[in-house]
Structure formats: C-alpha cells, structure tokens
C-alpha cells in the first residue's frame, strides 16, 4: 500500500515563481510527516518537519488533517533550491517509508 | 568525518556476482537503515538495525541480507546479483529506532551490474 504519495516526479518553474511540492499520506491516526532534500551532490538530509512547524530556507508545510495532505510550499522559488525532495512519514515506529520523490527545478 | 560513511562509493560487478556495501553511522547513533534508490523506485526502505538486532524490514528481496555488527557498523550483502539491482544504496542513522527521529543519511554506495 502506498503510504506517501508525490503525485508530480518532476516540476519545473522560474525563479521568483511560487512554488508547491504535493504530498499526500494515507491516513493512520495522526501522522508525523517530514519532508527531505537531496541537493545536487550532496546527501540527502532533512529540511524539515511537522512538528517543529518551522519554517527552512523560506519553505513552509502545513498538516491538512482534512486532505491528508503535506504539501512543501516555497512563495518567491530560487536556483539554489533546484533538488530532489522527499516526502516522508514513520511507518509502524520503526522505520521511515519515503515518497516517490519530486524533481524540482527552478528556471533562472 | 563523524557523519555516516558508507564504502564504497562505486561498484561495478557482473551479474550472479556478491557485493558487500558497509556503513558506519554517526558517532552515538544506534540505528541503523538500508535504502535502494532507483531511478523509476525512488527511495525504497530495505531494512533496519537496532543495536545489532532487526528491527524493520521493507522491500527487501531474499537475495538480499544485512546485519549489525556490535561496534554498530553494518553491511549489507546483495548475493546472485541482476541486471535491476544496480541503483544507490544509501544508509541512513538515527540516535534511537522509532521512525520519528531524523535520519542521516550517507553518500551512497553506486552499484552497477553488468
């Protein structure tokens, strides 16, 4: 069963453009979501979570109970956050089962 | 360098062949995670380590195997190696087991099979 789904593997906009990464979870009670970057030729890592409600590098994600939805949002996109984001969420408390991934490329 | 590390960084093999990948995690973390990571996959969860026991397993094929050593590095074993099994490998730590704990993840190990 798929867990988080990213229903976009590619996106593409231009700099200063909005910017939204999709991320839908298949609902289990109520779930801890994060979202992960692999920027070119650097390691994965994570850009931020749910419970912290921070906002990293201008990116926000909001919970939407509702939708089921964890969408990434960015209002003014910059090249530097051109990478791969990951969305993911703890399945069965032991392990982190991880979104198909979205391209994100943004367009000087 | 006391983040994870992962050996090597490249692996080119022929098919039916065994590789071994090794991780060492993060100074402290105890957790341990093996992803695939394949072009039209994405990142898949293989399987996790705790404290040299299992703790989780995913996607994992039975060609396939890891464990846990008590100085906490790890290894994963890919045994009658295929075409599709060339991808990244990447480990990822994490100072306790729930999937609630941010994961460091390492370079990854790039095997190709040929």
């Known amino acids: 069963a798929q867990r988080v789904t990213q229903p976009e593997k590619l996106l593409s906009v231009f700099k200063g453009a909005p910017v939204e990464l999709k991320c839908n979870y298949s609902y289990s009670g109520s779930p801890e979501l994060f979202w992960y970057v692999q920027y070119s030729r650097q390691r994965l890592q994570l850009l931020l979570r749910h419970i912290s409600r921070e906002s990293i590098k201008g990116f926000t994600a909001d919970l939407n109970k509702g939708e089921t939805s964890f969408h990434l949002k960015k209002p003014f996109a910059q090249e530097e956050d051109s990478a791969m984001y990951y969305c993911a969420r703890p399945w069965n408390n032991n392990d982190m089962r991880f979104g198909a991934g979205t391209r994100l490329t943004v367009k000087p | 360098d006391s983040g994870v590390t992962q050996t090597p960084k490249h692996l080119i093999t022929a098919t039916g062949q065994r590789v071994t990948l090794r991780c060492s995690p993060r100074s402290g973390d105890l957790s341990v995670y093996w992803y695939q990571q394949s072009l039209d996959q994405g990142l898949q969860f293989l399987i996790q380590y705790y404290n040299g026991e299992e703790r989780a397993k995913g996607n994992i094929l039975e060609r396939f195997s890891a464990q846990q050593f008590p100085d906490l590095h790890s290894e994963l074993n890919l045994s009658s190696l295929e075409l599709g099994d060339s991808a990244l490998y990447f480990c990822?730590?994490?100072?306790?087991?729930?999937?609630?704990?941010?994961?460091?993840f390492g370079p990854g190990t790039r095997l190709t099979v040929l």
């Open positions: 990822a730590s994490s100072v306790e087991a729930g999937g609630f704990n941010e994961q460091f």
